[in-house]
């Protein structure tokens, strides 16, 4: 057996006897921390209430709106309302503009607060076209058909007699 033969044989055990014994290794325990944090952007939808804008004064209406919103749910709304007494003043001043200054005071005297201080003041709101002293008579046999709240409505009558007017 020549000089290589002999070292391929050593080798070849060598090799062997590594691959065949068992191996051993040392325990060790390797352990690591990792804390992280997750930031999730979960904003709930904002209930968004219409916006109602009333910037014409001429139109005697007054918005309002409003929203409400939980984590499930929302809910939005809006409305308008009428002012009664802004579109009385409005309608008397245009039909007292246009020369009928009877109806116009008429209009204003369906408010107890007008009739009540033009009653106060001696010169009573009309009466189916009556004004002055004839309407006083009217109003006076007929306390019933002035405006709810009127003086004349909550006073007793029957102590004073209607006078008549002079004509």
Do not use: H
């Amino acid at each position: 057996m020549g000089y290589i033969a002999a070292i391929t044989l050593l080798l070849s055990f060598l090799l062997a006897l590594l691959w065949l014994l068992p191996a051993f290794a040392v325990d060790t325990v390797t352990s690591a921390t990792v804390s992280s944090s997750t930031v999730v952007d979960k904003t709930p939808p904002t209930a968004s209430s219409p916006s109602i804008v009333v910037n014409n004064s001429d139109i005697c209406q007054t918005g309002t709106s409003g929203a409400l919103q939980t984590a499930l749910f929302g809910v939005s709304g809006g409305t308008t309302k009428k002012d009664l007494n802004c579109e009385r003043i409005k309608l008397a001043r245009s039909v007292y503009g246009m020369g009928l200054k009877v109806a116009g005071i008429s209009l204003l005297c369906q408010d107890p607060r007008v009739w009540n201080a033009l009653w106060m003041a001696g010169t009573p709101c009309p009466f189916l076209g009556d004004i002055g002293d004839k309407a006083k008579v009217k109003w006076l046999a007929e306390p019933e058909k002035a405006p709810d709240g009127a003086l004349i409505r909550s006073v007793e009558l029957e102590e004073i007699p209607p006078e008549e007017p002079e004509e």
